[in-house]
């Protein structure tokens, strides 16, 4: 499956032009060697971090909320880098339209993939947590390692911009990935197992919840952080596997993932337990290599003193959550 029928949309006559030159532009720069996009990626980190300062501001206050154990110095160190790192990410993510599959598995290294393949094998499905963290676009190919007989999904965010969303969803159908809407994942994800289908369904589940989503909190990066609980739900309903990709970036153009497992069976788990593992371990991969995570995402920007108020009003059906106990 390399198209995604469950959204489909008619793109305008000017839509059209415009998906096709976007579509042309970065195919035709995705044919440069990695050595010409990463002098390409040199050139944006300096437009990007000098000229336009792109959103520097709440970059460094969430690397200075995030580490107040680092001074000035190791800050400043780390948010260079972030905009370098973020910048050959663009670059990479367009080099997704050509790069060849062997190159591919060699660049994008999965470690301990057995752990799904054993799923696969008895015929269930694995919940994939992962976070916005190194090249999660290459997270893509892990259809190029999975077994014959489990389907790769991801949940994604449809983009208001149909020219966009339509380029992101077939750069993701690259390695026949299946890009689920949000609004449908439930339903989907039930079809799936009613078809005794056995999949492994990607959740990007650092985002920052709406309001009306949230309904747990959590100690993450010296944050009291609200959290998607929706993955979590999904999972223990049908009770998958739950693992996390843990992913590393020994060089410039090359990744290392290694599966982790946070549970077999998720059934029986209390609630919010495979939510807490998840930011833990992600804590952890961030903590390791701070560079690689997407500091320019406001993570930070709803309180819990503003949703209690919010709830004291009865907004959203929303109830007042105390703090953690753990």
């Known amino acids: 499956m390399s198209t995604n029928k469950s959204h489909i949309y008619t793109l305008s006559l000017t839509e059209k032009i415009l998906y096709g030159i976007l579509y042309g532009v970065s195919y035709t720069v995705s044919l440069l060697p990695f050595w010409i996009l990463y002098r390409l990626s040199d050139l944006c980190y300096l437009i990007a971090y000098y000229l336009v300062r792109y959103r520097r501001k709440l970059v460094r206050k969430n690397l200075v909320d995030s580490f107040p154990e680092k001074d000035a110095k190791e800050i400043i160190k780390i948010e260079k880098r972030f905009y370098q790192w973020l910048c050959d990410y663009l670059f990479e993510t367009i080099k997704l339209l050509s790069i060849s599959k062997d190159e591919m598995m060699r660049r994008m290294e999965f470690r301990g993939i057995e752990k799904m393949n054993s799923a696969a094998a008895e015929n269930r499905s694995c919940a994939v947590y992962v976070g916005h963290y190194c090249n999660w676009e290459w997270v893509t190919s892990t259809q190029l390692w999975m077994p014959e007989n489990m389907i790769g999904t991801q949940v994604y965010h449809v983009l208001e911009n149909k020219v966009f969303d339509k380029f992101f969803l077939h750069i993701r159908s690259r390695w026949k990935m299946v890009s689920i809407p949000m609004a449908e994942i439930l339903r989907r994800v039930a079809q799936y197992h009613r078809d005794n289908q056995s999949v492994g369904i990607g959740y990007l589940s650092d985002q920052a919840p709406f309001w009306n989503n949230i309904h747990h909190w959590t ?74 995570w997407l500091w320019t995402h406001n993570r930070w920007k709803r309180t819990r003193e503003e949703y209690n108020k919010l709830a004291a009003t009865g907004a959203f059906n929303m109830k007042p959550i105390e703090e953690n106990k753990n």
Request: hydrophobic share 35%.
């Open 219 to 292: 100690n993450f990066l010296n944050h009291d952080t609200p959290v998607l609980t929706g993955a979590e739900k999904i999972t223990k309903r049908f009770d998958d596997k739950v693992v996390y990709f843990d992913i590393s970036r020994p060089k410039r153009g090359y990744y290392v993932l290694d599966v982790i497992e946070l549970a077999d069976h998720s059934k029986d788990i209390p609630d919010y337990e495979v939510t807490e593992a998840y930011f833990k371990v992600l804590e952890q991969s961030i903590r390791r290599q701070p560079e690689f």
